[in-house]
């Protein structure tokens, strides 16, 4: 069994930033791949980022690319994400999970745990 406890949502406007914070505990957590993906009101769960276990190779989605970074602490098996010049579009709920694999992934349905979900919103 694996853990995943997200933080550091919250309220931002515009053009602003946040870092989120994802902290992994059970299963050889910083064996594997993690990712973040977001889902907002009435919308499918969609890809933000992705981390092989090594953080050697990493995927962003073309919405965020060059606003986001995703980076680990697999001592802390921990992994963050960096969020810069916010957009409204940006709201939703921001999940991390863990794939029982290094190897990253885009696809939501390549993750086998989940954490329960931090909230941002950015105000226009």
Known sequence: QVQLVESGGGLVQAGGSLRLSCAASGRATSSYAMGWFRQ???KERGFVAASSRSGGTLYYADSVKGRVTIS?????STVYLQMNNLKPEDT?????AVRLSPIASTLPTQYTYWGQGT???VSS
């Open 92 to 96: 939703a709920v921001y999940y991390c």
């Open 72 to 76: 680990t602490d697999n001592a802390k």
């Open 119 to 121: 909230q941002v919103t």
């Open 40 to 42: 907002a009101p009435g």
